[in-house]
């Protein structure tokens, strides 16, 4: 009897010695969405000095799932692709963001490790006046899967007018980007884009 209670008690101290190893798991971190550039392409596992100048700390919760992962993209500057649970927007600077279908964007990758690397977009922008003087701001965005990479999604926009005058714009009136079917993009530019 008590050799097997000394077996037991040996198991269970050897179980716990291997199981508390701190290599064993990856440390869980929260990475905010609107960090500088100097810190988008920085492994945080690796440079851990990096954290506190970028924002980055550690989550103390593991019942925390809320966390967003970021991709950015090459063009427009500062844009980016966010996922937090099973929601999608894209986020351009000093814009609202802009939520998404999955149908929308589909084979993108949100894990870690694609993280640090920029998704390497295309983006056609026009810009012209109707015969009524209505200004149009376009653009069009091919965003490529990462699970196939011949297949693109494509995504139109247009850029609103800003509201207000000169004396009373700030930087707090966001402007929302109206989301466009790009067959009406194609359409608007064939007939007055020259």
Do not use: W
Not at 49 to 68: I, L, S
């Amino acid at each position: 009897m008590k050799k097997y209670i000394l077996l037991v008690t040996t198991a269970l101290l050897f179980f716990a010695c291997s199981s508390s190893n701190p290599a064993a798991k990856r440390e869980l971190l929260h990475i905010p969405t609107d960090m500088p550039d100097i810190c988008q392409n920085v492994d945080f596992h690796i440079d851990k000095e990096m954290r506190k100048d970028c924002g980055v700390k550690p989550v103390r919760y593991q019942a925390y799932r809320n966390v967003p992962m970021q991709r950015h993209l090459i063009n427009p500057n500062q844009a980016s692709l966010v996922k937090t649970g099973d929601r999608v927007e894209i986020r351009f600077p000093n814009t609202f963001p802009v939520r998404l279908d999955s149908a929308q964007i589909s084979g993108v990758d949100f894990s870690d490790s694609k993280r640090l690397s920029k998704i390497q977009n295309t983006m056609d922008y026009k810009e012209f006046y109707t015969e009524h003087q209505e200004r149009y701001k376009l653009f069009k965005l091919a965003i490529p899967s990462d699970s196939n990479p011949k297949e693109e999604n494509i995504l139109c926009f247009r850029v609103p007018e800003p509201r207000g005058s000169d004396r009373t714009r700030s930087a707090a009136m966001g402007v929302q980007m109206e989301v466009l079917p790009c067959e009406t993009l194609d359409e608007l530019v064939s007939k007055y884009a020259k």
